[in-house]
């Protein structure tokens, strides 16, 4: 299975796991990763970073969008012009793709260019929500895809493992 994800709660740390996966790959990758933005110790957003050095609002408190997941209004440019080319296909590069979420699958563009992704002969390493609507099931029952659940217990462990797994695939 050459798509690797990982799920969990909200700050279980997956993007943790992500972060530290990409500075152990020796090999091409592009992609991005989200982080929260906090003020005095209360989040209020979050920010979407692309492997090649874009980054912009995911979300935050202070957007408005008619695109709400609780009190954050959503980006669908972000996700659109920095997301979606972020995670195109290109020969021999391993895909980043934190996360397959709620907020990202407001739009369409965003589901396509994951799916594309997925389908790609390329090796996707992301994060996908816990629970999730339709599109984000159908992602879970792929058969290409194994999917880990981040705990306290392993979280300090994923990432060599995966960086092995992946290991493993490049050499077969």
């Known amino acids: 299975m050459k798509n690797i994800f990982l799920t969990g709660a909200p700050s279980s740390g997956k993007t943790t796991v992500i972060k530290k996966i990409i500075g152990m790959l020796p ?24 492997l090649d050095g874009k980054m912009g609002y995911l ?3 202070n957007i408005v969008s008619p695109y709400r ?14 997301a979606v080319p972020a995670i195109k296909p290109i020969a021999n590069h391993i895909i980043i793709m934190d996360e397959i979420g709620k907020m990202e699958c407001f739009s369409e563009i965003f589901k396509q260019a994951a799916l594309r992704a997925l389908d790609s002969d390329n090796i996707v390493v992301g994060t996908i929500t816990l629970g999730g609507d339709d599109f984000i099931l159908q992602i879970k029952q792929r058969n290409d895809i194994h999917i880990t659940e981040v ?3 392993n979280r300090d462990t994923l990432p060599v493992q995966i960086v092995e797994k992946i290991n493993k695939l490049i050499l077969c």
């Open 151 to 153: 705990t306290l217990q």
């Open 59 to 61: 979300a935050h408190q």
């Open 27 to 50: 090999y091409p990758k592009s992609g991005f990763y989200t982080e929260e933005e906090r003020v005095e110790g209360r989040r209020v957003g979050f920010i979407l970073h692309s």
């Open 69 to 82: 997941v609780r009190r954050y209004g959503v980006d669908i440019h972000n996700i659109e012009t920095i």
